[in-house]
């Protein structure tokens, strides 16, 4: 009896609605009736489309949540919840963030960020904003390289600001025409591998290279540490005078010609570019040789540990006539452009 009551209460509340939301539950029930259809033991089986149209006509007609029995509503408030996000989301693609800023600015900031360890987003931004770069910062921090806890400074980096301080010294043996015995006393720079001194004698005492040693360095540029051999010439004498300039003597091993590397490669610069291809008549014409190979090697010469430069830095020349001026009578040429 009440079955046939709301039955007719229904139909009169129907009367009363428009014939579009009667059509638009017409569908929704019809389209349920399809999806029961297509069920599968105890499971429904719901397609893009289904929900689609289910979502469609409850956008329409609010009212019809009422008579959807395959879903719950809220099931389908959340489907057009997803809808909303997954349109926008096509609606924006491509167009998502800031540009992309160039691959040049890109490399310049992880260059930076590897030449200088202990600089932050903040540093970096900072030098390129004086570059003449517009970015914000939050962009710079974003192309840096992830860093390792810990960072600072390379082994390069703290040798290369150790050697500033540091200077070597070597004796070489030369022959003369007469067959004498000379000696090449030869001071070298580690920061740019520079020759600070260099002369020859036949008698290399203590005394003798305690006072080449004061002419090498006045007493405001002495180096902070020397390296030398065990060779006996270094005597007291010129022990005493270099801790007097403030210089701490550090002898090599016995035996250990490669803890004073610096020395050892420039000795072999002297005899395979310059020595061995002179011979030598007496200690004045050794002098001579040996201070135009030292301008010649400090500079014109350049080095692949200086990046292809001069111990004394060399400019680089754009404009002119390139003219070759010959070293120790046409052995080396120096290049360079006059106007």
Request: net charge positive; glycine share 6%; proline share 4%.
């Amino acid at each position: 009896m009440w079955a046939i009551l709301l039955t007719f209460l229904s139909a009169v509340l129907d009367s009363f609605q428009s014939r579009a939301r009667l059509r638009a539950e017409i569908i929704a029930l019809r389209h349920q009736m399809n999806i029961a259809l297509r069920k599968r033991g105890h499971q429904v089986q719901l397609t893009n489309y289904d929900r689609s149209l289910l979502v469609w006509l409850c956008r329409l007609f609010p009212a019809i949540l009422q008579c959807l029995e395959v879903v719950r509503p809220e099931t389908v408030i959340r489907w057009h919840r997803q809808g909303f996000r997954s349109y926008w989301r096509w609606k924006s693609r491509g167009r998502r963030g800031r540009p992309r800023i160039g691959r040049e600015l890109r490399d310049l900031i992880r260059r930076i960020q590897a030449e200088n360890l202990l600089w932050g987003a903040p540093r970096i931004h900072g030098e390129l904003l004086k570059l003449g770069f517009s970015l914000a910062q939050s962009t710079v921090a974003k192309y840096m390289t992830p860093r390792r806890s810990g960072g600072g400074q390379s082994w390069k980096t703290f040798l290369r600001n150790q050697a500033e301080g540091i200077a070597s010294i070597d004796l070489l043996a030369v022959p003369t025409v007469w067959f004498e015995q000379l000696y090449v006393l030869v001071v070298l720079k580690h920061a740019r591998r520079q020759i600070a001194f260099i002369t020859a004698t036949g008698h290399p005492t203590g005394q003798w290279l305690a006072q080449q040693m004061t002419e090498a360095f006045p007493w405001d540029t002495a180096p902070k540490i020397l390296i030398r051999d065990n060779d006996v010439k270094f005597s007291g004498v010129f022990r005493r005078r270099i801790h007097a300039m403030g210089i701490r003597d550090r002898p090599t091993a016995f035996r250990s010609p490669w803890q004073n590397g610096y020395a050892e490669r420039v000795i072999g610069s002297i005899r395979r570019e310059c020595i061995d291809h002179v011979i030598i008549a007496n200690e004045a014409h050794l002098r001579r040789v040996l201070l135009a190979y030292a301008n010649y090697y400090n500079n014109c010469r350049t080095h692949r540990s200086l990046e292809k430069d001069a111990p004394i830095h060399r400019p680089i020349e754009r404009n002119g006539t390139i003219i070759a001026r010959p070293i120790l009578g046409g052995l080396h040429h120096g290049y360079v452009r006059i106007e």
